[in-house]
T-cell receptor, first 117, second 111 residues
Framework: GAVVSQHPSWVICKSGTSVKIECRSLDFQATTMFWYRQFPKQSLMLMATSNEGSKATYEQGVEKDKFLINHASLTLSTLTVTSAHPEDSSFYIC?????????????FGPGTRLLVL | QKEVEQNSGPLSVPEGAIASLNCTYSDRVSQSFFWYRQYSGKSPELIMSIYSNGDKEDGRFTAQLNKASQYVSLLIRDSQPSDSATYLCAVRRTGANNLFFGTGTRLTVIP
């Protein structure tokens, strides 16, 4: 299947700092990418939909000024967690939609584990 | 009513048996259906996609879709301990950008 990469795979930061996570589709172009968050033993939670060349669409309850999303190219979306706090510690997973095969399919990146001290 | 519903399990089957995972969805006009496998601490991995009524087979996995009953299932034949994971059903409605996920069914294959 198609490959989606994320970087970094894990990050530890101090409270108040900002963290940037990159999501890349390696063998297809993705006009739409998604950012999810997952807490231990809980379901995936969609945070926002990232659209290439336009503003992201955020889910209810997700602060757009805290979670900045940029989708500047067809293969790269970034999520920046600004002024991170311990409650932001979570598993952040991106996903990219592949429509190149006629039918759309959505692939996930390996995730980024964030720990805010 | 939730968009996508799954039995959370846990579902336990002996090694070599058939594991049957079920999912129902609420929106009749949904058009794309996916099964993902998620190992503990990892991100979801696409197992199967299905878009039309009937069965779709890929190796030991068979996805079944019945749009009239708004039901999609995943069968895993000759279950292996390595199949032990949480299986997520996902549905995309016509006109919707994102997938709607079920809460997942935890499968344990007992050696």
């Amino acid at each position: 299947g198609a490959v989606v990469s994320q970087h970094p795979s894990w990050v530890i930061c101090k409270s108040g700092t900002s963290v940037k996570i990159e999501c890349r589709s390696l063998d297809f172009q993705a006009t739409t990418m998604f950012w999810y968050r997952q807490f231990p033993k809980q379901s995936l939670m969609l945070m926002a939909t990232s659209n290439e060349g336009s503003k992201a669409t955020y889910e209810q309850g997700v602060e757009k000024d805290k979670f900045l999303i940029n989708h500047a190219s067809l293969t790269l979306s970034t999520l920046t967690v600004t002024s991170a706090h311990p409650e932001d510690s979570s598993f952040y997973i991106c996903s990219a939609r592949d429509t190149s095969g006629g039918q759309e399919t959505q692939y996930f990146g390996p995730g980024t584990r964030l720990l805010v001290l | 009513q939730k968009e996508v519903e799954q039995n959370s399990g846990p579902l336990s089957v002996p090694e070599g048996a058939i594991a049957s995972l079920n999912c129902t969805y609420s929106d009749r006009v949904s058009q794309s259906f996916f099964w993902y496998r998620q190992y503990s601490g990892k991100s979801p991995e696409l197992i199967m996609s299905i878009y039309s009524n009937g069965d779709k087979e890929d190796g030991r996995f068979t996805a079944q879709l019945n749009k009239a009953s708004q039901y999609v299932s995943l069968l895993i034949r000759d279950s292996q301990p390595s199949d032990s994971a949480t299986y997520l059903c996902a549905v995309r409605r016509t006109g919707a950008n994102n997938l709607f996920f079920g809460t997942g069914t935890r499968l344990t294959v007992i050696p």
